[in-house]
């Protein structure tokens, strides 16, 4: 029994060892990923992206390590997100619109809110939220559908913003732990198949456990990588067009003439502060540097006027 207790400890060690080791390799040479993320069990050259094109960048060489002379291909797994602010004249359509759009192109619509907003004056519009998730490779093209829905694009496209996270190092060092915990599960499994005492089969059943349940969460983690940058996730803000209107009264728009003015006391602290420190760095200065020499100069004109000034007869007492 404490043979075989011996065994188990050392192959425990052994996979936390190597657990350890794939972790440093993976930081001195990222593994190769397949185009749409082969999974262990899958033949890495059967693996393709779900648009039939990689769904990230790869670079053509790209080298192992400075000066090591091994050319590996390594490509980079990233996640592209995107959000968008619009002005639209019905933000309930355009919501429909846009959860259509993405069924069409494959995706799907990951939430969607519509409510009401009520503005400075009292006033309540509709506003809409809506979050889908389209292929990567279609991302350019449903930003381009979705800012058709406005009139003008220059005006009513209020916030526009596209960003992209890189998992490639997250994704293969999960990679190489699952590999080591698949490995360590196969040891436990044979060593379990040849213990003859329950007290041995109960103690390695435990360790499977507790390696089978990292292995699920690993899986799921390696899962959510694939998706997230296989499928890109574009959030839209969709307002209403009369939300956005300025205040008009008879023609009059004192919103605007109050922005007008705000603007021009701004302009006229710009060109106090301006000239400001110009005085204080160019001017101030320049006057020091005239003034001390003059004010010196005439210092000591005044004390030889006094030393040469003759000085008056003594009155007899």
Request: one cysteine or more; charged letters at 20%.
């Given at each position: 029994?404490?043979?075989?207790?011996?065994?188990?400890l050392?192959?425990?060690?052994?996979?936390?060892?190597?657990?350890?080791?794939?972790?440093?390799?993976?930081?001195?040479?990222?593994?190769?990923?397949?185009?749409?993320?082969?999974?262990?069990?899958?033949?890495?050259?059967?693996?393709?992206?779900?648009?039939?094109?990689?769904?990230?960048?790869?670079?053509?060489?790209?080298?192992?390590?400075k000066?090591?002379?091994?050319?590996?291909?390594?490509?980079?797994?990233?996640?592209?997100?995107?959000?968008?602010?619009?002005?639209?004249?019905?933000?309930?359509?355009?919501?429909?619109?846009?959860?259509r759009?993405?069924?069409?192109?494959?995706?799907?619509?990951?939430?969607?809110?519509?409510?009401?907003?009520?503005?400075?004056?009292g006033?309540?519009?509709?506003?809409?939220?809506?979050?889908?998730?389209?292929?990567?490779?279609?991302?350019?093209?449903?930003?381009?559908?979705?800012?058709?829905?406005?009139?003008?694009?220059?005006?009513?496209?209020?916030?526009?913003?596209?960003?992209?996270?890189?998992?490639?190092?997250?994704?293969t060092?999960?990679?190489?732990?699952?590999?080591?915990?698949?490995d360590?599960?196969?040891?436990?499994?044979?060593?379990?198949?040849?213990?003859?005492?329950?007290?041995?089969?109960?103690?390695?059943?435990?360790?499977?456990?507790?390696?089978?349940?990292?292995?699920?969460?690993?899986?799921?983690?390696?899962?959510?990588?694939?998706?997230?940058?296989?499928?890109?996730?574009?959030?839209?803000?969709?307002?209403?067009?009369?939300?956005?209107?300025?205040?008009?009264?008879?023609?009059?728009?004192?919103?605007?003439?109050?922005?007008?003015?705000?603007?021009?006391?701004?302009?006229?602290?710009q060109?106090?502060?301006t000239?400001?420190?110009?005085?204080?760095?160019?001017?101030?200065?320049?006057?020091?540097?005239i003034?001390?020499?003059?004010?010196?100069?005439?210092?000591?004109?005044?004390?030889?006027?006094?030393?040469?000034?003759?000085?008056?007869?003594?009155?007899?007492?």
């Amino acid at each position: 029994m404490m043979k075989r207790l011996v065994i188990i400890l050392v192959i425990l060690l052994l996979a936390l060892s190597g657990c350890s080791a794939a972790q440093q390799a993976t930081r001195d040479e990222a593994p190769a990923v397949e185009p749409g993320f082969a999974s262990p069990e899958m033949p890495a050259g059967e693996a393709m992206d779900s648009g039939g094109a990689p769904a990230f960048d790869m670079p053509e060489e790209q080298g192992a390590s400075k000066g090591s002379g091994v050319q590996t291909d390594v490509e980079r797994l990233v996640i592209r997100n995107a959000n968008l602010t619009i002005v639209v004249d019905d933000p309930g359509q355009g919501m429909s619109t846009i959860s259509r759009m993405a069924e069409t192109m494959g995706g799907f619509v990951v939430s969607s809110n519509l409510y009401k907003t009520t503005t400075s004056t009292g006033a309540e519009f509709p506003e809409a939220n809506i979050t889908i998730r389209v292929p990567v490779t279609k991302l350019g093209e449903a930003m381009d559908t979705i800012k058709k829905l406005v009139k003008d694009q220059k005006e009513d496209v209020l916030a526009e913003n596209v960003s992209g996270q890189d998992v490639t190092k997250d994704y293969t060092d999960l990679q190489s732990r699952l590999k080591n915990l698949e490995d360590t599960e196969s040891q436990l499994r044979e060593i379990m198949g040849s213990a003859t005492k329950t007290e041995d089969v109960l103690m390695v059943y435990n360790q499977l456990i507790q390696i089978r349940e990292q292995i699920e969460v690993i899986k799921g983690q390696i899962q959510y990588y694939r998706e997230s940058a296989d499928l890109s996730a574009i959030s839209v803000l969709l307002k209403a067009t009369e939300a956005v209107q300025p205040l008009e009264i008879g023609g009059w728009q004192p919103v605007g003439v109050a922005r007008d003015a705000v603007q021009a006391l701004i302009n006229g602290l710009q060109v106090l502060g301006t000239v400001g420190i110009w005085l204080v760095l160019f001017a101030l200065p320049i006057a020091l540097l005239i003034y001390l020499p003059i004010r010196l100069l005439w210092a000591l004109l005044r004390r030889n006027r006094k030393s040469t000034k003759p000085q008056p007869p003594a009155t007899p007492v």
